[in-house]
Each structure stands twice: as C-alpha cells, then as structure tokens.
C-alpha cells in the first residue's frame, strides 16, 4: 500500500512541474499559436460641414510548426468614405486583403527574440465609381519581439525590402514598386496573445 501511495505521489510531482515548466515558459515553443492584429474606427467632422469616416479591421493569427518558424495568416475589410460640405461623396472606398506569412525566430525559447518575416498579400479597393484596383506584394520585414509574461509580448517592425505591383479596371499595364528602407521615426509597434 505505501508503494501505491509513493508511486501516486510521484506521478502528481512529476506532472506538477512539468505543468509548472509549461506555465512559466516565456517566449514560443513547437505548437504555440498566436493572435495579433487591429481594429480601428475613425471620423471627423469639418467647420465647413465635410466629413469622413474610416473603419479597418484586420486580425492575424500565427501557427508554430517548430520553435523557430511560424507560419500564419491576415484577412483584412476597410471602409473609407468622405463627403464635401454639400453632402456630396467624394470618397468611397472598399478594400479587402488576405496575407500569408512566414516567420524565423532567432532566439524562439527566451523572452526576447529577434525575427525575420517573409510575406505575400493580395489587395483589392474598390472606389467611388465602382472600380477595382487590385495588387500583390512581397516583402521581408526585419522585427523584434519581447514578452511581457506567458501569453503577451511587444512586437516592433523596424524596416522593409518589399515588391508591389497594381493594376487597375481598365488599364493597359500595372505599377510596379520596389523599396528598401529602415525608418527610425517609423517604427511599427504591436502586441501578440499566445495561447
């Protein structure tokens, strides 16, 4: 009877602290998934009776296939509309915008990690007089991130070498971009839940 008891003893150490592990375990780990992204609504009214309003929302989740390398994705909708001040629409845009994404995490285990994130996204806007504007683009953004405790961390994006290309209804060719560059007066900043 007091093997029984020893070994039930040993097995509830045992599972303690690896839930105890499990628990305290900062930073990203084979199988982690994450949630992230943005909402927002905007509007402004004028002296002069013109208004906007702008409403965006685009969530993004995150997948951890090992721990060092994410794969995700993010669905966006905005809704951007002004008027003059005769009431008149002088902007009326749609857009929708689907991502995938993969990223390489440095240090994945530690609550501070450096990133690399490689993406494609395809953007349809659609204005006023019912045309579409459609483009893809690729980038590689450069990243930190720094957790706050288990399931939350600050992301910051500080950079990007990407590719685009736009075609509009109509139009005979498309518009091609291609840029580098690391703004330090544009740092985009972020959180992430992990669960």
């Not at 991130?145 to 500080?158: D, L, R």
Request: charged letters at 20%; proline letters at 2%.
């Amino acid at each position: 009877m007091k093997k029984l008891f020893l070994c039930i003893f040993l097995i509830g150490v045992f599972n303690t602290i690896q839930a105890q592990e499990k628990k305290d375990h900062n930073g990203f780990m084979k199988g982690d998934k994450y949630i992230s992204g943005m909402i927002g609504f905007n509007s402004v009214s004028n002296a002069d009776n013109s208004k906007s309003k702008q409403f965006e929302v685009s969530p993004r989740f995150g997948y951890f296939l090992n721990d060092f390398v994410a794969v995700g994705g993010r669905l966006g909708y905005s809704q951007n509309n002004s008027k003059n001040a005769s009431g008149e629409k002088i902007i009326d845009n749609t857009a929708f915008t689907v991502e995938a994404f993969g990223r390489y995490y440095l240090l994945p285990g530690s609550k501070f990690s450096l990133f690399g994130e490689l993406g494609i996204g395809f953007g349809s806007i659609k204005n006023i007089n019912k045309k579409w504007t459609n483009g893809i683009n690729v980038g590689l953004t450069p990243g930190l991130s720094y957790f706050i405790n288990q399931h939350f961390a600050f992301e910051f994006a500080i950079g990007v070498i990407s590719y685009e290309t736009v075609k509009r209804d109509g139009a005979s060719g498309s518009t091609d971009n291609f840029s580098v560059g690391i703004d330090l007066e544009n740092i985009n900043f972020g959180f992430i839940y992990k669960f």
